[in-house]
């Protein structure tokens, strides 16, 4: 399954940091796993979330801002919204009863 995020699903991600109200899908049976490849095929980040939008944006904001969760803090600009074609976001949806990874 692939997608990308909005900039809406990415400000919404981002005020999530700032809240610390992200998943930790080590004590989360259930979410959307995501990893973001580059151009070249390079994995640039993945994110866990309860919906496919969040995971997607965490991925990108992983890659761009990766010690936002353990800061708690996007710096403002430091993410862009402008996401290039050639790059592309994997989903796992949800297992029951497993991790998706």
Known sequence: M???PTSADILVA????????WIDPTFEPIYWYCQ???????????GCAHTAAEAMALAWLC????DALM???????????????????ELTPPKLGSAAR
């Open 2 to 4: 692939t997608g990308r």
């Open 14 to 21: 981002i005020a999530k940091v700032a809240a610390n109200d």
């Open 36 to 46: 973001l490849y580059n151009v070249d095929g390079t994995r640039m980040g993945d």
């Open 63 to 66: 890659c761009w801002a990766p």
């Open 71 to 89: 800061d708690s803090w996007v710096e403002p600009g430091g993410v862009p919204f402008e996401i290039p074609d050639s790059w592309h976001f």
